[in-house]
């Protein structure tokens, strides 16, 4: 299928529908700017709450759209308790991708360091030398950090698009762990990380729409992206399902699938 058929999927689904997805994406997108304000206020401690109370709603809203998808009973505030009842498998799900992406991230974290060494460095040296005796290690380590950063940021995209699917898995397979559902996700994704890249980059033109119209077109692509991936997911999920099943495993069991990069 095409980004194209997948998005002509995902309109006929939400057809009589756009008012509810778009009200309960308002209604949600307020209660993050509540919290926001609210939490600011409490210094340090403050964002970190914000932050431990956004992801499990976020995924609540990924199940609400799926459900509305679904043609099932919704209510306008769902994804509440869609995500905080499933508060600790959310994170968990989240921290099991942090852990595949680990090597990547910490590549990003060196390119940066390189940088602003490189740039104190060059800095420093032309403040405290004459021009002519100006040393060139600064900007050398720079351009390394730079194009380690450029190098970095590519293969931690490559390699999250593996996890891409993870929250859908985790929606729709309640007998998996939350490590079983990153790794069915990474399973479903081999070679269809391209496909998913076009995908999400076919949305290009409605989110500078949406940016245009100060945001509020968001109410309605947001949710049109999360079901249109949605139905991505189940597409994968029917296509694989009688190819050989790999054995996922549990903390103290076995190896994990192998995974390219």
Partial sequence: ??????RAQARKALAGKWGKVALTT???????????????LIPVVGPIILTVITLPLSYGMIVTYVKIKNGEETTYTEFFTNGFNSFARAWKTSLWIFVKLLVPFLL?????????????????????????????????ISIIGTVLLVIAMVYMTV???????SYFVLNDRQDLLPKQA?????????????????????????????VIAFGLGYLWVLPYIVITQAIFYEYLAGKKQNEP?????DDNNGDAIKENF
């Fill in 182 to 210: 990153v790794e069915e996700s990474a399973r479903l994704m081999q070679g269809h990380r391209g496909q998913f890249f076009w995908l999400c980059l076919s949305f290009i033109g409605w989110m500078i729409l949406s």
């Fill in 245 to 249: 099943e790999i054995e996922i495993n």
């Fill in 108 to 140: 990003v974290v060196v390119a940066y360091i390189l940088v602003f060494v490189g740039a104190g460095m060059s800095l420093y040296s032309a403040m405290t030398v004459t021009s002519d005796s100006i040393s060139p290690t600064g900007s050398i």
């Fill in 159 to 165: 390699k999250y698009f593996l996890y891409a699917l």
């Fill in 26 to 40: 308002l209604i949600y997108a307020i209660l993050i700017i509540v919290l926001e304000f609210v939490l600011a």
């Fill in 1 to 6: 299928m095409t980004a194209s058929e997948f």
